[in-house]
């Protein structure tokens, strides 16, 4: 497997240990689970910054985390409480375990979007950073 690959696997499964449901590059289902919803986006490495001797490029590779909760009571404190648990997932573990050299979120900006027929959902995009080298684009 990739770095990025090995990465972004490391991060869905830190976010997999929370109490809520946790898919990556899926679509939003129909039903979201009353602890709300999690779906990582691969997102975009960019362009590395490279050195020489040796030869290593440095992304700064923005993911995106997709947070979702619906319902009518409650709606904006279950919001944050999911956007808590996944700062303090990784603020847990900064390195996930080694592999990057730094991971950090970004503040989301949430939304809240009307359902017909159905209590409305409450939803944020919130990029993460995964600061990490490797010695080959696609290693």
Known sequence: MSARETILTALHTRFSMLPTCALRGDVLPERVPAQGLLILRDGEPGEPEVTLSPLRYHYQHRA???????????????????????????AADRTLGGLCDWVEAEAPQPVDLPLEGAAGLKAAVIPVVLHYSTADPLS
Do not use: K, M, P
């Open 64 to 90: 995106e985390i997709e947070a979702v909760v619906q319902g009518t009571n409650d709606r904006d404190a279950a919001f944050d409480t999911l956007c808590a648990s996944i700062g303090a997932a990784l």
